[in-house]
């Protein structure tokens, strides 16, 4: 598990860097499909990564706006301070903490309880989904999108 998160973490750079020749105009263009788009669906991957990560901690989601970080740079920024407050939970993880359990209330006030390596394992996928929509979009932009190959990143 830990390796797909250094991969999503590698490929995440990858795309900022990619972001780096789009105009801000493309990056904040409203597009068909996730989040809407490019900026707005790499500020999505990280706030739920922190945010998930977040609370398996004991610690406040992340609740603001992404007006607020409405720039590559800002988004960047965010990531990269993001990386810093989970990579170290991430790396210590321990069979342990698999099954432990957390429970919150639905809005309707349902009691719903998942567990740790569920959430984990969520983030992971969540992450994954969405740099699939960037794929695409790339192509509209004529841009040959970041490669999503687990081979050859040095990881294993």
């Not at 998160?5 to 493309?26: G, K, T």
């Not at 989904?129 to 990881?155: C, F, M, Y």
Request: hydrophobic share 40%; charged share 25%; aromatic share 12%.
């Amino acid at each position: 598990m830990l390796k797909l998160f250094e991969y999503n973490w590698q490929v995440r750079q990858d795309w900022f860097a990619w972001c780096q020749d789009v105009s801000e105009e493309e990056l904040l263009k409203e597009r068909i499909g996730g989040i809407g788009g490019i900026l707005r669906t790499l500020f999505h991957i990280a706030d739920v990564e922190f945010s998930w990560l977040s609370v398996l901690q004991g610690k406040p989601e992340f609740t603001e706006p992404f007006e607020s970080y409405a720039s590559l740079q800002q988004v960047k920024d965010l990531s990269a301070r993001f990386h810093e407050e989970v990579r170290p939970f991430v790396m210590s993880w321990t069979n342990e903490m698999e099954l432990k359990e957390l429970s919150e209330l639905t809005p309707k006030g349902e009691l719903v309880s998942f567990k740790y390596g569920e959430i984990m394992r969520h983030v992971i996928a969540h992450e994954i989904h969405h740099i699939g929509q960037l794929s695409v979009w790339s192509r509209e932009v004529d841009k040959v999108p970041v490669t999503a190959n687990l081979i050859r990143r040095g990881l294993f």
